[in-house]
């Protein structure tokens, strides 16, 4: 069985087949998956398609869980994206169960990873992340059912950072050098182009579409000073021009600084 894993191995090395390396010290935390292109400088870019936790053709040895058909697109076991050749299916580590890590990953100078870590059970991370400047790019999801999705890039010292950290939360789009997409907490969504800035949401179920920061649990903003939306009864603890809400039966706006009912 041991001489018969290491020839599968050998076999989608020479095919293309990608793995999905499983990490006890890091690049993260224990019981993390990622897709990672190896060490600064090298410039190969890798595909990879794969669902931690379900092992190739629903097998449980680890020798058939190793490594995914070689050749073949979309692997037995593996959800697989067109590129994914000879993809694989690891059995889950603790905290990572049932993660799916998928995507295109290139670096050249700095650090550069599509990963599931910490208590991601059931984390989607997906997309394609190349480093040409120093800090590199990183697509991650690190909480329960964590959504982390897009295009990770920097060309300067920056790092470019898709993040979705909180359970159930979403970060996707497009994060370019060293502006982050980040959506912190539980339901939160963050989502847009962060090219001059970063796109954050920090509050339960808080939405921020664009550059800028929602703050505001239960809230929408467009921007970091456009129209911020507030989705239950009563005006915002801070106020802020562009403020829209319900107190009773009237709504509100905030303008020039003067609370106005409509």
Same mark, same amino acid.
């Given at each position: 069985?041991?001489?018969?894993?290491?020839?599968?191995?050998?076999?989608?090395?020479?095919?293309?087949?990608?793995?999905?390396?499983?990490?006890?010290?890091?690049?993260?935390?224990?019981?993390?998956?990622?897709?990672?292109?190896?060490?600064?400088?090298?410039?190969?870019?890798?595909?990879?398609g794969?669902i931690?936790?379900?092992?190739r053709?629903?097998?449980?040895?680890a020798?058939n869980a190793?490594a995914?058909?070689a050749?073949?697109?979309?692997?037995?076991g593996?959800?697989?994206?067109?590129g994914?050749?000879?993809?694989?299916?690891?059995?889950?580590?603790t905290g990572?169960?049932?993660?799916?890590v998928?995507?295109?990953?290139a670096?050249?100078?700095?650090?550069?990873?599509i990963?599931?870590?910490g208590?991601?059970r059931?984390?989607?991370?997906?997309?394609? =992340?190349? $480093?040409?400047?120093?800090g590199?790019?990183?697509?991650? *999801?690190? /909480?329960? &059912? +964590?959504? !982390?999705? %897009? @295009? #990770?890039?920097?060309?300067?010292?920056?790092?470019?950072?898709?993040?979705a950290?909180?359970?159930?939360?979403? =970060?996707? $789009?497009?994060?370019y050098?060293?502006?982050?997409?980040t *959506?912190? /907490?539980? &339901? +939160?969504? !963050?989502? %847009? @182009? #962060?090219?001059?800035?970063?796109?954050?949401?920090?509050a339960?179920?808080?939405?921020?579409?664009g550059?800028?920061?929602?703050?505001?649990?239960d809230?929408?903003?467009?921007?970091? *000073?456009g129209?911020?939306?507030?989705?239950?009864? %009563?005006?915002?603890g801070?106020?802020q021009?562009?403020d829209?809400?319900?107190?009773?039966?009237?709504?509100?706006?905030?303008?020039?600084?003067?609370?106005?009912?409509?």
């Amino acid at each position: 069985m041991r001489g018969k894993a290491c020839t599968q191995r050998r076999t989608c090395a020479r095919r293309g087949a990608q793995v999905l390396r499983r990490f006890r010290n890091g690049p993260g935390e224990p019981g993390s998956y990622a897709l990672s292109p190896g060490p600064a400088g090298a410039s190969a870019g890798r595909c990879f398609g794969g669902i931690a936790g379900i092992p190739r053709k629903g097998r449980s040895s680890a020798a058939n869980a190793l490594a995914g058909t070689a050749g073949r697109t979309g692997a037995t076991g593996a959800t697989g994206a067109t590129g994914a050749t000879g993809a694989t299916g690891m059995t889950g580590a603790t905290g990572a169960t049932g993660a799916f890590v998928q995507g295109y990953v290139a670096n050249y100078y700095g650090v550069t990873n599509i990963i599931a870590s910490g208590d991601a059970r059931g984390a989607f991370v997906q997309g394609a =992340a190349r $480093g040409y400047g120093a800090g590199g790019a990183e697509i991650r *999801a690190t /909480a329960q &059912g +964590a959504f !982390a999705q %897009g @295009y #990770a890039y920097t060309a300067a010292a920056g790092f470019a950072r898709i993040l979705a950290s909180g359970r159930g939360a979403m =970060a996707r $789009g497009f994060a370019y050098n060293a502006n982050g997409i980040t *959506a912190s /907490a539980d &339901g +939160a969504i !963050a989502l %847009g @182009y #962060a090219s001059t800035a970063a796109i954050e949401a920090t509050a339960a179920n808080a939405v921020q579409f664009g550059p800028g920061t929602n703050a505001l649990a239960d809230s929408v903003q467009i921007g970091g *000073a456009g129209i911020r939306l507030k989705g239950t009864s %009563g005006a915002p603890g801070v106020l802020q021009n562009g403020d829209i809400w319900r107190a009773g039966a009237f709504v509100y706006i905030r303008s020039n600084g003067i609370s106005v009912q409509i």
